[in-house]
């Protein structure tokens, strides 16, 4: 069963507009990360967030996590055309041998 | 540059053949993981490797096999091609050399079974 589920399903904004990307996950984790995939090809790391950590970022990202409540966000500031993807968050179970499990992801259209 | 190579971008195989999907990594990674991809499925995790010649089941290992023969070099096994198998199928490595790593993707390989 897949452990994170990413909310919106699909989002469109304007370009310089900031983006929000949700993810809830099941069970207690080592670490979530997120990743972008552009036009059905392989998947790019963009942050990793311990779950030890509340808050990180990077360049534009900014990722948040809440334990207590089993999700996370990513934030994208300013955002560009070759923002337009799709992301997912991906977990690291806690106790479960480095297995990375990912969510459905959520399809991020950047308007001109 | 790390990187993982996926053999095929696009294969189109017949229904009841064995199909192999290979996938090396040069980055000296313990664990491997090959991932289908389907519309609104997202990734699926099919098998897992932490090392030579170990593998676990993921969540969806029906109807495939794995072989971890050598520590760069994962290769995912469709015994009997069915048409439910057409997919994407992606290959990802990771460190086990200390926690919280990311893992590193293939291209990916688009399975097509007529």
């Known amino acids: 069963s897949q452990q994170g589920e990413e909310d919106p399903q699909a989002l469109s904004i304007q370009e310089g507009e900031n983006a929000t990307m949700n993810c809830s996950y099941k069970?207690?984790?080592?670490?979530l990360q997120w990743y972008r995939q552009n036009s059905g090809r392989g998947l790019v790391h963009l942050i990793l967030?311990?779950?030890?950590?509340r808050e990180k970022h990077s360049g534009r990202l900014r990722v948040t996590l809440d334990t207590s409540k089993k999700s996370s966000s990513l934030l994208i500031t300013a955002s560009r055309a070759a923002d337009t993807a799709s992301y997912f968050c991906a977990t690291e179970r806690e106790f479960r041998d480095d297995k990375i499990i990912f969510g459905k992801g959520t399809r991020l259209h950047i308007l001109p | 540059d790390v990187k993982v190579t996926q053999s095929s971008r696009y294969l189109v195989k017949r229904t009841g053949e064995k199909v192999f999907l290979e996938c090396v990594q040069d980055?000296?990674?313990?664990?491997m993981f090959w991932y289908r991809q389907d519309p609104g499925l997202g990734l699926r995790l099919i098998y897992f490797s932490y090392d030579v010649k170990m593998k676990e089941k993921g969540d969806i290992p029906e109807g495939y096999s794995v072989s971890r023969e050598k520590k760069e070099r994962f290769s995912l096994i469709l015994e009997s091609a069915s048409t439910n198998q057409t997919s994407m199928y992606l290959c990802a490595s990771s460190s086990r050399q200390g926690k919280n790593t990311e893992a590193f993707f293939g291209q990916g390989t688009r399975l097509t079974v007529v």
């Open positions: 069970t207690s984790i080592n670490n």
């Open positions: 980055m000296d990674h313990e664990n």
């Open positions: 967030i311990r779950s030890n950590e």
